[in-house]
């Protein structure tokens, strides 16, 4: 693992502003330089997108957020720093300039990384006194939500550093994807600007609108390309014989002259107007930052979809979420809570999609609360990730909730649990849903039995895990049963 927890970033554009956001979602504090005047106001704006976003994600507890530093100048924003992330404008000559000055403020070990979407690294490297810390780190917009970064190194480029910078990436939950050889434009903007070079021929020559090109992705190839990609939809589409067959089927059309991806159109200023008129009509109605929310909800959407089904980037964001509750569980443990009272187990807002038309938070929800408020109990006495993968885990047998009182959108709530028994291969605990006010909101009973997941019969959990919820069990003890527990639903009569 690459412990980084102080960054710089160098840029405050849309890229720049993205990774300040992942970094800080990630709890690691960043120092940010941009010399423009408006920069606070735009990165604002897009931290807020993020911290949106990041509600509606993950239903993981969020790590601490990392802090935020305006630096009046690129030597104070990069000393002390332990990587250095560049989103200046892509031009070579200021890029190399910025890494003379990076360079002349920090330690000859710290990484710095470009963000540039098409410079090779080699040519990013060639006036650097320790070019070996240099490499392309190409994210993807939103970088807070979109987990691809394309890691590019140079000709002088260590692969010490290739391999920690991947390692890093991926534990802001990122997908890392090395890139073999060097080649301008990397890998995902070269075919995505093959796929725009067709598109502005289409409009130039009058075949389609901007918004019937963007129809024809969004609801066509779009949807395959968001889970299987180009050669895994092509090899389905060659039917059981699979790729071979495609290729022997759909090959000779190659060489037909329907494409001009050769060619560019000259962008003259009567097909860029067509261009902007078109694009107005196809959604000028919505404002810059009414259409990010847009996408971001739509890329939540698919990527939860994904996650569930653990294919492509919903398996990077099963990860991360994985990672999010386990480092949850470890944070909670090494707080200072009194081990004679019922331990917080959850903490957090009520998302706003957690609620009914009258704005209340909905019945599955409070389930939801409960459930995760066990799930991080058993992370807590070690039935984590690595303690599942061994067959080992908790099956909740029975719940009995009571509703008491009513909670709404983007109110504070927490649950507390108190461990009655946790002796053998049975687990009985009792939650209790508080609103911030400190309001009790409901009640959760909760039996659990620990299963062998290989026999799927119960067993006993292992002697680690024992101890810890048998020590937890006997500082309850001295507890008061709590109001309600031994309730079943009451017959009036």
Not at 224 to 251: D, K, P, T, V
């Amino acid at each position: 693992m690459t412990d980084i927890s102080r960054v710089a970033v160098i840029g405050a554009g849309v890229i720049g502003a993205g990774w300040v956001a992942r970094f800080m979602e990630n709890g690691i504090d960043v120092a940010l330089f941009d010399p423009a005047p408006d920069a606070a106001t735009k990165v604002k704006a897009v931290l807020d997108n993020a911290d949106r976003a990041y509600q509606k994600l993950t239903m993981a507890p969020r790590a601490k957020r990392g802090n935020l530093e305006f630096s009046p100048s690129l030597a104070e924003a990069v000393q002390g720093k332990q990587l250095v992330m560049e989103a200046v404008p892509e031009s070579l000559a200021l890029k190399q300039s910025v890494y003379k000055d990076i360079e002349s403020h920090v330690d000859a070990g710290v990484i710095i990384a470009s963000s540039t979407s098409g410079i090779l690294p080699t040519q990013l490297q060639e006036k650097m006194a320790n070019p070996q810390r240099l490499l392309v780190a190409h994210p993807f917009n939103p970088v807070y939500l979109l987990p691809l970064v394309e890691i590019v190194a140079g000709e002088q480029t260590s692969p010490k550093v290739t391999v920690a910078a991947g390692e890093f990436f991926n534990q802001l939950g990122m997908y890392s994807l090395p890139i073999r050889k060097e080649i301008d434009a990397f890998v995902a903007d070269r075919l995505l600007e093959a796929v725009w070079r067709e598109a502005l021929w289409l409009v130039k020559d009058g075949i389609a609108t901007t918004a019937e090109i963007d129809d024809a992705i969004r609801f066509g190839f779009g949807l395959r390309w968001a889970q299987m990609g180009l050669f895994e939809s092509y090899r389905l589409a060659g039917g059981e014989a699979g790729m071979r067959h495609f290729i022997a089927q759909f090959g000779p059309c190659l060489q037909w002259p329907w494409t001009k991806l050769t060619d560019v159109p000259e962008l003259t200023d009567e097909l860029i107007d067509t261009i902007a008129r078109q694009s107005d009509e196809q959604s000028g109605q919505y404002s810059f930052r009414e259409l990010e929310r847009i996408r971001d909800d739509n890329l939540i959407a698919i990527l939860q979809a994904l996650k569930i089904n653990q294919w492509g980037a919903g398996e990077t964001l099963g990860r991360y979420e994985q990672a999010l509750f386990d480092a949850g569980a470890r944070e909670e443990t090494a707080t200072d809570e009194d081990p004679g009272q019922p331990l917080l187990t959850l903490e957090r807002t009520v998302p706003p999609d957690w609620t009914d038309y009258n704005n209340h938070m909905n019945e599955s929800r409070y389930l939801q609360c409960f459930a995760d408020a066990s799930d991080a109990l058993l992370r807590r006495v070690g039935v984590d990730a690595d303690y599942v993968a061994d067959s080992g885990s908790y099956f909740t047998v029975e719940t009995h909730i009571r509703h008491l009182d009513e909670v709404a959108a983007l109110q504070p709530i927490k649950v507390t649990t108190q461990v009655l028994n946790g002796v053998g291969k049975k687990l009985h605990v009792f939650h209790r849903l508080f609103h911030g006010d400190g309001r009790l909101l409901a009640t959760a009973e909760q039996l659990l039995i620990h299963v062998d997941l290989e026999s799927r019969k119960a067993s006993e959990p292992t002697p680690e895990v024992s101890k810890w919820l048998t020590e937890i069990s006997a500082a309850h003890a001295a507890l008061d049963m709590p109001e309600g527990c031994g309730r079943a639903i009451g017959d009036p009569h």
